[in-house]
């Protein structure tokens, strides 16, 4: 960036309040246009411009504005919004939270420039995304498929292994034709603790895929205004590889309770009106701005497909992060920690995810034409046995009639054998004749879900498919 | 035009110094982009504006340029097919993968036109004038109305041909002797209801060809219905499917606030899917609004009123229109989120303390008229609630509630176990069924009222049932009521449950619905007398018609009636068996 000298102004801060500067405007600035405020100290921060009137304007610091003086601070205009340079070399990169090289390496060749508040998608320009990715998990693929193009987050809980599922999802995900293209994983590390951060980095280098990685990492220890520039930083990324490069793109970000922390933080300090829980009201939209931008965009060859984890606070799936985020996003993969005690990995709470973007994926032409059938009455007995184990808990095994018991059983089976993977990963047939063959321990009488042809085709002859 | 220029600017809200009479509500466009804004407060010299669209880079001293009108849409033949943003500025065209902010010029669309009129006829506002087509010999022809609020005699009327939509066709003489232009389009201010001439009372049911709704829960042409549900209970894909299958003529689904993929889905479905009725693509009787959740939030709040504007246009017509708005949760948020910016006093939740009536407001728009030109036209509101964590004592839920006659809750548990539509038999209710309940009689099903009351007693029954069951087990309830049961799960199984995905079962004709119904009141009225005869309850669970019933709706498709025929001798033939000698044994 060229350094323009006629757009310094010293001495015209008035007023340090929190994240904000209040100073004398002596030069033409547009609203939300980036700066750098610089304390006497020559550190440089970023900001941009929150509010503009003839003689004044704020700025909103994204770093803190502890040490800056009245006198001594300087501000530099850049003339334009917050925008991130890119190029084809930011893959194997680690960058900050707000897009600076950190791992030392020389700073990244500049092809673009871009704004990374992004651009809105036109709704009729996208494409509808039905590439089935199979990801090599079982309640994942058969019961909730993930699609190109999809935003769908884990919702999680302190000391659930969200990241390990997450890196196993980035190393497995592949398309079942086997075509390779072109593709990258974006990560965003929001707020996370440095040893996570650098277990991410290790998983991935052990996988591989390191090569194929942009990291973003803003540290517990960094700023919190900044956690609100990470995932744009990484977004602006992803959109670059993916709508420029043609590249199929999958963004991991960690943790959106960080960042929602973060924008409840920067709101109370600019004095707005809280809304539930004292986050702000403009919550719903500001997450869209992020959830929306995954996607893909008729005749551009890339996808970006998003996999944002948020630890629920208390695990209460109705605090408002959790509540928010399931608004926007396409499903959810829900962890369990009971079945995280149970020792069963991938601990996926089957019931309460869902993928919205599944019907498109699969089926006839897609995976398999009696996929949905399956999916469903997987659902339908599953959700009986909760019904049941709830009747047991109450009266006993004893009080059930010999039908109940039977799915008493389905539900053990299916959280040991098809929840659980102590296997490693399986492709989607494997994962469907676990499925079928745990169907077959129900009487033919409860599977309302089942047409008879499928139920003559995979339920009658167990023999047949050993 | 009025000119303001710009000082002070935060966010979505600015405040500019003028000399020129602004008016509140008044259209205006803002900076060298022309970003569109509306004016929501006068004070002396200065107005304050609420932007549409994002003001980056704007500055103090930009003009503003008002409009001297309020926010207006453009309402003509240009309209069905097609897919819009909130303030009705069309989507489509090549290159726009990116939406930008600023002012965009609507290319005029081209049109076919036939008048109906000749010089000499005295026209009153809503009148119809002339016919447009998209080409010369096109089927569909859509009405060109005489604006509601102009009149007169004509003067001169083109003749048959091809016109631009905004280009003046009509001319009328009012009554003081001016001149007035007509075009094929108008433009209409979308906060200001279109007049009618007459309210009707609501009456025939506008069928979705859902069984839980049109049997259970109707709603009557020109009703009113709430969708409220959770995150993940079947919202959009409910109004979807009602926006495909039920019998109005022309849909507008709003996505207010929702995700741009999902109208990805529906732009790549409905030109695909047939109308049952017409055998031409659902998209041909569709308008689209998409207002997405990442786009600009005050013209989120804004699509609400440009939706149900362009749906009253079509009304005025004479036809059958359904409006889908969803959410109206995020209308709601969008509120509360200029009202605090605007620094007002919150109300309950946050909201504004208007929030109630802007609901009312809203939902009113809703009846079935007599149109100006004397035509019957109805509009009838379908609106999803979204209530944060699914708690419906939330403000916009229980708003909502006060102004609507059909409420269809969703429910969780049901949408987990991937039952679906996900209605919850026991919370929601329809005030309009008994209004219904003459039209169903004429369709040959006199016993409706009394079938329904039975289903929904049966349904209420086995809520009070699994309760009881939880503390004493299912095997120590009598048989009666085990048999009530297994009626209640039939019920929810084999009439409830609707796949919107499977071909023969996403859309059910009044008279499918009529046979299940029956099928199933006829198992209820055999398997009473059985148990009352002392045949055990799980003989009759083991019957092999159950399943069949079970199944029936994605077995047996439209037109296969015979089948019906087929299973209701089936079902005698299972009970007539166990009634036979094995059917005498005693119950211990």
Known sequence: MTVQADL??????????????????????????????????????LGRVAAVDEAFMTIETLESTSGLTLAGTRIRFVGEPVTFSLGPGILGRVFDGVGRVLDGGPPVAARTRVSIDGAIINPMRRAKPEDFIETGISAIDTLDSLVRGQKLPIFSGGGLPHNRLAVDIALHARLRSGKSEPFAIVFAGIGVPYDQ??????????????????????????????????????????????????????????????YCEALREVSASHGEIPSRKGYPGYMYSDLATLYERAGRIQGRPGSVTQIPILTMPADDITHPIPDLTGYITEGQI???????????????????????????????????????????????????????????????????????????EFGKQFESRFVAQPDGARTLEE????????????????????????IKRYLRKPAADG | MNEAAIRWISGPVLRAVT?????????????????????????????????????????????????????????????????????????????????????????????????????????????????????????????????????GEVVTMAGRGEYADDEPVLTLRDGQGRNLQVAMSHSWPVRVPRPVAKRLPVDPPLLTGQRILDCLFPVARGGKAMVPGGFGTGKTVLLETIAKWCDAEVIIYLGCGERGNEMAGVLDEFPRLEDPKTGRPLMERMVVIANTSNMPVAAREASVYTGITVAEYFR?????????????????????????RLGELPGEGGYPAYLSTRLAEFYERAARVTTLSGKNGSLTVMGAVSPPSSDFSEPVTIHTKRYVRNFWALDRKRAQARFYPAID????????????????????????????????????????????????????????????????????????????????????????????????TRFMERAEAAVGSGVAVERIAALPILRRLQRMGEDIAEEEYERFDALEQMLEADFGALSGPSGEEKPS
């Open chain 2, 19 to 151: 000399r020129d009479p602004f008016r509140i509500h008044e259209a205006v466009h803002v900076g060298a982009k022309g970003v569109l804004g509306e004016v929501i407060r006068l004070h002396g010299e200065e107005i304050t504006v609420q932007l549409f669209e994002d003001g980056t880079g704007l500055k103090p001293g930009d003009p503003v340029q008002g409009q001297e009108a309020p926010l207006s849409v453009r309402l003509g033949p240009g309209l069905l097919g097609n897919i819009f943003d909130g303030l009705l500025r069309s989507l489509s065209g090549e290159g726009r993968d990116f939406l930008l902010p600023g002012r965009f010029l609507l290319p005029a669309g081209r049109f076919h036109l036939t008048p109906l009129v000749e010089p000499g006829r005295i026209l009153k506002g809503g009148d119809p004038f002339a016919e447009a087509r998209l080409a010369p010999d096109a089927h569909a022809a859509q009405l060109c109305l005489v604006p509601p609020d102009r009149a």
């Open chain 1, 431 to 454: 994962s469907m004749a676990v499925g079928w063959e745990l169907l077959r321990g129900l009487p033919e009488t409860e599977l309302a879900r089942l047409s008879d042809e499928q």
């Open chain 2, 316 to 340: 005025d017509q004479g036809l059958r229109v359904a409006l889908m708005a969803d959410s109206t949760s995020r209308w709601a948020e969008a509120l509360r989120e200029v009202s605090g």
């Open chain 1, 334 to 408: 829900t962890l369990d920690r009971k079945l995280d005690r149970a020792g069963v990995y991938p601990p996926i709470g089957v019931l309460p995810s869902l993928s919205r973007l599944m019907k498109d994926g699969i089926g006839e032409g897609f995976t398999h034409p009696d996929h949905p059938a399956l999916a469903n009455q997987l659902y339908a007995a599953y959700a009986r046995t909760m019904g049941v184990r709830l009747l047991a808990g109450v009266v006993g095994a004893e009080g059930l009639t010999p039908t109940d018991r039977l799915f008493l």
């Open chain 1, 8 to 45: 310094f102004c010293a001495d015209a801060v008035t007023r340090i309040e929190g994240p904000l500067v209040f100073a004398r405007r002596r030069v033409e600035v547009g609203l939300n246009e980036a700066v750098e405020v610089i304390g006497a100290d020559g550190r440089v921060r």
């Open chain 2, 425 to 520: 038999p026991i919370s929601s209710y329809s005030e309009d069924a008994d209004v219904l309940a003459l039209w169903w009689s004429k369709q040959g099903a006199p016993a409706w009222a009394a079938q329904r009351r039975r289903f929904l007693t049966l349904l209420e029954e086995q809520t009070r049932l699994e309760r009881m069951a939880r503390i004493l087990g299912k095997d120590a309830l009598p048989p009666g009521q085990r048999l009530t049961l297994l009626c209640a799960e039939l019920i929810n199984d084999g009439f409830l449950r609707q796949s919107a995905f499977s071909v023969k079962d996403r859309y059910a004709s009044p008279r499918k619905q009529i046979r299940m119904m029956g099928l199933l």
């Open chain 1, 197 to 258: 951060a650098e277990a991410f980095r290790k998983s991935l280098e052990a996988g591989g895929a390191l090569g194929h990685t942009a990291l973003f990492l803003n540290l517990a220890s960094d700023s919190s205004a900044q956690r609100l520039l990470t995932p744009r930083f990484a977004l602006t990324a992803a959109e670059y590889l993916a709508y420029v490069e043609g590249r199929h793109v999958l963004v991991i970000i960690t943790d959106m309770t960080n």
